[in-house]
């Protein structure tokens, strides 16, 4: 089952949604923590550590992001997935 994850901001480096997809992998651990949860806990702790001023660097955050949420899902599942992060600026106002 695919879940849906998407980070947007409307300020570079200030988290304001995030959805996302998860494909491939289960539900939940074995303690039963919704991987979902794990994934967004790890996406917006990550964020959290850059700098602020680092932050405009979409580069930067995506691969910190991709690293971060692999690293999670292995540390739960045992299995290391693939990950793509898709890291887009929306214009103040959007």
């Given at each position: 089952m695919s879940r849906q994850l998407l980070i947007a901001t409307?300020?570079?480096?200030?988290l304001r949604e995030i959805r996302g997809m998860l494909d491939g992998v289960p539900v939940?651990?074995?303690?039963g923590r919704a991987m979902a949860d794990i994934?967004?806990?790890?996406?917006?702790?990550?964020?959290?550590?850059?700098?602020?001023?680092?932050?405009?660097?979409?580069e930067l955050v995506r691969e910190a992001v991709r690293r971060a949420v692999r690293s999670a899902v292995e540390d739960a599942w045992g299995k290391r997935p693939a990950a793509k992060v898709l890291v887009t600026q929306l214009r103040q106002g959007s």
């Open positions: 409307t300020n570079p480096g200030k939940a651990d074995a303690e994934v967004l806990d790890t996406v917006e702790t990550t964020i959290d550590s850059i700098p602020q001023g680092r932050r405009r660097d979409k």
